[in-house]
Structures are given as structure tokens and as C-alpha cells.
């Protein structure tokens, strides 16, 4: 079977502002290359199947957590003037899912360039926006759209919702150690528990997000001026808010407080937390190695390193 048509898109990290991004905060992530998910498209003579981590078969028999894909793949199929019949769309990821690295909004993104190829479409920036945007409101109710807006970018982004984004000129001589700790995390359910904190809290919670609105701004002249020890401290008092909105857990607690006790500079959560990933700032290549060992030694699934001098902006 030859493929017709292919789509590729990256991971993402949250550097700052998940969670208080969705009350229209100012959020800073970035395009984390290192983990993808290609999508090719295959001619067939049947319904159309998906071959995937939750799911291979009959497009019509996957499982709710294919739900948005489902409905995109169908969405677009309309969109393009195309039967829905006579595709294999095959999906293959080394982006973790429900980690906090993206892996939704990157299925949708790789989907949509994947039909676009193989109908021989052209896709413009706003087509995709608006069709991944459809697959996300699925996922995740009211999605504040960073995810898809920073890997559709490529770029570093100060996004704020509603308002656009901006890239960021970073200029940082740092490395990021980024621990997965092998548990899902459930943006959804975590993203609606604070929303039920915050409306009964309203007094507790606003000035959380307010000095997580304040801290975002501050990194992002630190990220334009090399300052890494004031990124790092950002990133740990981010951490302890975010903890306060009850979205870390055990294991985002023990890589936080072991990366702080060896050496990291800053340490926080990142995406939508209870699970998923963690994030440490380190000085260099050689104290990232460190720490990402001991991390790995003590429960970490999986590393990597995020060198912030590669980032294009
Ligand atoms: C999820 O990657 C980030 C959250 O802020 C949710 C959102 O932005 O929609 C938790």
C-alpha cells in the first residue's frame, strides 16, 4: 500500500501560564521538537480505518478518545468533497499521550496536513487553525488554544487567549530537563476542577492567577535577556501556585523537589498537570545528563533534554 498524503507535527511545552491561560493570562510555550507524530494517508477500496495507539480498525468503531479525531477526519472529509470511504489514515506517535507535551492538539494538526496532502489542497494557517480548534473543542470543552497555536507556530510564543500571540525572541543559555512521570494526566478533568475551585474561591484563586499573569510577563524579559536564574526562580514559584490549585500530585512533587535539592535551577509542572510532565532548568548540557539520571533513577519513564539556544524564533 502506497501512501498519498502525510502530515507531521511536533509536541509543545508549557513554560508558563497553564491553567490561568484559559482566565485569558499570558501563557509562554514552545515547539518541542524531539517528540512527533507523523500521519500518512493510504489509498483503500473499504470504509475508512485508522491505525493508532487507542485504536486499529474501522474508523466508525473507535474508542471516545478518538471521538475528536473521528470527527475531524469527517469534518475535513466534507470540507475536501471526499466520500467517507477509501482512506487508511495511519498515525504514529513518539509524543506520550495525555502528558502534557501536546499529543492532542498534534494528532489534529498532523491529521488535517495529512487529507490536505492527499487531496492536493492547499492549506493555509487559518484553515488549520479552525479545523484543529473544531477537534480540540472536542477534547477539551473550551480549550484556551495555546497548544495548537505553538505547534502550528513552531516558535516560541507569548499567547494570550483571545488577544493573539507574539513570538518571543529568546536568548538563553540554559538547558530544560523534561521528566515524564508515566502517569496521564486529564487536562480536561484538571482544567474543570479548577474552574469549580475558582468559582468558589473566587477570593483564593484570583490573586493566584493574577501573580501567575505577572510572573509570565517577567519570564518572558528574562527569556529576552539571558537572566536564568530569575527564569528558574519564575518557574519554581509558578510550581508552588499551580500546586495550589490543587493540579500537581505525588510524583510531579518528587521530581520538583529532587531537581531543586541537585542542582536545577527552577522547577515546575508543565500542561495541564495531576500526572504527565515536569520541567527542569539547568545551567548546561552536562548538569541536564545529571539530573535527568537521577530523575530517570527515581521513577522518570522518560527524559529529554530542551537546549533554549535552538529554539528559532
Ligand atoms: C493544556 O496543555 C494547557 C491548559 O492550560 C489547558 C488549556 O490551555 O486549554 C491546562
Not at 42 to 57: C, E, L, M, V
Not at 141 to 147: A, H, I, K, R, W
Not at 195 to 201: A, C, G, S, T, Y
Amino acid at each position: 500500500m502506497n501512501n498519498f498524503g502525510q502530515g507531521i507535527a511536533t509536541g509543545k511545552i508549557i513554560l508558563m501560564g497553564e491553567h490561568s491561560v484559559v482566565y485569558g493570562k499570558p501563557a509562554i510555550a514552545l515547539p518541542f521538537n524531539q517528540v512527533q507524530i507523523s500521519v500518512k494517508i493510504y489509498k483503500t477500496d473499504r470504509p475508512i480505518t485508522i491505525s493508532s495507539y487507542y485504536h486499529n480498525g474501522l474508523l466508525d468503531e473507535a474508542p471516545k478518545e478518538l471521538f475528536g479525531i473521528k470527527q475531524l477526519i469527517q469534518i475535513v472529509m466534507v470540507y475536501l468533497k471526499q466520500p467517507f470511504f477509501g482512506i487508511h489514515v495511519d498515525i504514529e506517535s513518539n509524543v506520550p499521550v495525555q502528558r502534557g507535551l501536546g499529543s492532542s492538539a498534534a494528532v489534529s494538526i498532523a491529521v488535517v496536513r495529512s487529507l490536505f496532502d492527499a487531496f492536493d489542497v492547499e492549506l493555509t494557517q487559518e484553515k488549520l487553525n479552525y479545523f484543529v480548534d473544531i477537534a480540540e473543542q472536542i477534547h477539551h470543552e473550551n480549550p484556551s488554544g495555546l497548544d495548537a497555536m505553538t505547534i502550528t507556530s513552531g516558535k516560541a510564543l507569548f499567547f494570550q487567549k483571545d488577544l493573539g500571540q507574539s513570538v518571543i525572541s529568546l536568548k538563553m543559555d540554559a538547558v530544560l530537563v523534561v521528566a515524564d512521570t508515566g502517569k496521564k494526566g486529564l487536562t480536561k478533568e484538571a482544567v474543570s476542577e479548577v474552574r469549580k475551585l475558582w468559582q468558589d474561591n473566587p477570593t483564593v484563586v484570583n490573586p493566584i492567577l493574577d501573580r501567575l499573569e505577572e510572573l509570565t510577563k517577567n519570564v518572558k524579559n528574562f527569556l529576552e535577556n539571558n537572566e536564568v536564574i530569575r527564569l528558574g526562580l519564575a518557574m519554581t514559584e509558578a510550581h508552588q501556585l499551580l500546586k495550589l490549585m490543587n493540579v500537581s500530585d505525588e510524583k510531579l512533587e518528587k521530581f520538583v523537589d529532587l531537581s531543586l535539592k541537585n542542582g536545577a535551577l527552577g522547577a515546575k509542572l508543565t500542561g495541564g498537570g495531576r500526572g504527565g510532565c515536569m520541567i527542569a532548568l539547568v545551567k548546561n548540557i552536562d548538569d541536564a545528563i545529571k539530573l535527568s539520571d537521577l530523575l530517570r533513577n527515581n521513577g522518570a519513564v522518560s527524559t529529554w533534554f530542551y537546549d533554549l539556544k535552538e529554539i528559532i524564533t
